[in-house]
């Protein structure tokens, strides 16, 4: 694991800082999936000419409210500026959208490109910008996952992103279905707009 250490932080917060906030937010585990996948985000972002401090940075965040109490996120939904449609989620969804609210609080980052890479990171959209792609895949293919398609869904992200995102929101349904889950609609037109033809 390569030392984290983040140029610009688009935050008036120190990378140190926002690293130890990351760290008291969450616990081991979650911890080291969020490096893995700031370093998988620095990866794709060479392989595709993007600023690869950013999307460290963005990947490292995109879970930084992953474990922050149902009640707590429910309160936020009703009392800020959410659609309260969100309700009938649950904390799968929230922690990308309502995320977004905890990141600016908490983390003081305002940046309008990262806080959309971290909203969409949990429901993709029918249109994505590279960081939102970046974050996304990333996410899906960092080291520590280990799912039957992993090492196809990492030889498809590295090749050409796009068709990353497509095989993520076809494996993501077919898991969502298989276990009889919801399916959040955004998620469902992100995936006929990015299905791998």
Known sequence: MTELFFKETYSPLSSSEIIAKEKANMD?????????VSETARKLAKLNNYDENKA????????YAKQ??????????QEQDFDKDLLNWNRAIWHGIVGTYFIKRDLKITDPEILQA????TTADVEMTTLDKIVFVADFIEPGRDFPGVEKAREISYRNLDDGVGYELAHTLEFLIENRNKVYPLTLSAYNVWSVK
């Open 28 to 36: 081991e585990k979650r911890f080291k999936h969020c490096v893995q």
């Open 56 to 63: 460290a940075l963005a990947g490292f965040i995109h879970d």
């Open 68 to 77: 922050i109490p149902i009640e707590e996120y429910r309160k936020v939904i």
């Open 118 to 121: 971290v909203w969409r990171h």
